[in-house]
């Protein structure tokens, strides 16, 4: 009995190897449907073929020390720097050698969705993650750039192991261990693209809490950027304790 279109859609969804008995015989069906099932199916093993090659390109940084026998790569990078409300927070993850999840990328390249499912894969698989938080009264203390050093620094210490090297998004940390700062790191490294995603979600889920606690300002909605329905509530509702009161419109307002 020959198989369904359905039926073979829906198997071909299961189907990872192009050696599959099921895919040969279905290359010399006839029907229309299934040529371009089949069709689609090449599409996407293509994709998916590339996928995991630019995955593997980006763990270059990484097995050029673990192949010298140097087995704690952190990745590190925060998120946090541009909004007017809220803290900087930075993670610092270490990735087992054997991670696959060809996913991981610069978390702005993802949606908020596909961060979520990527976030949980990261913290059930990571040897290790830290976290560094510094909030909008020291932002303001000590200025944005170095309240970013600090969270970085911050979430380093608080990694265990203690790392051997730190691959970092465009910054150099004052700390006793070898480094190396990568511009636009989230998008060479996975470790750093790791941490990128896992600072990016821990913030915007601080910001929702915010937001029961601030209503009105929408923090849930633009974690605390300067859009238009911000500056609005601003100039509305007032400042926050956690507005940051040095940058331009929240000082403007007071």
């Known amino acids: 009995m020959t198989d369904t279109i359905l039926k073979i859609k829906a198997e071909l969804k299961m189907i990872t190897d192009p050696t599959d008995n099921r895919i040969v015989q279905w290359r010399s069906d ?4 299934v040529k371009s099932a089949v069709k689609s199916w090449d599409r996407q093993h293509e994709k998916n073929i ?31 720097r541009g909004p007017l409300a809220g803290p900087v927070i ?27 499912i990527l976030y ?7 040897v290790s993650i830290g976290f560094g938080i510094v909030d909008a009264q020291i932002i ?17 210490q608080n990694l265990a192991p203690a790392p051997d090297v730190l691959l970092i998004d465009a910054m150099t940390l004052d700390l006793p261990i070898v480094q190396e700062s990568l511009i636009k ?19 915007d889920r601080i910001m929702s809490d915010y937001d029961e606690i ?39 307002q007071l």
């Open 30 to 33: 006839t029907r229309a449907g």
């Open 50 to 80: 590339a996928q995991e090659r630019a995955f593997q390109g980006r763990f270059a940084f990484e097995h050029h020390y673990w192949d010298q026998g140097v087995p704690y790569v952190a990745g590190v990078d925060e998120v946090g």
């Open 90 to 116: 930075a993670a610092a993850v270490i990735l087992p050698h054997d991670f696959n999840v060809v996913e991981v990328i610069d978390s702005k390249q993802l949606s908020a969705d596909k961060r979520d």
């Open 120 to 126: 949980d894969l990261i913290i059930a698989q990571a």
């Open 140 to 156: 303001d203390d000590i200025n944005i750039y170095q309240a970013a050093r600090l969270a970085m620094t911050k979430a380093v």
């Open 185 to 203: 790191g989230d998008a060479l490294s996975n470790s750093i693209g790791a941490a990128s995603i896992v600072a990016k979600v821990t913030r």
């Open 214 to 252: 601030y209503p009105g300002y929408g923090f849930a909605k633009h974690a605390g950027y300067g859009t238009k329905e911000h500056l609005d509530q601003i100039k509305k509702l007032g400042i926050t304790p956690i507005h940051r009161r040095s940058f331009g419109p929240v000082r403007d």
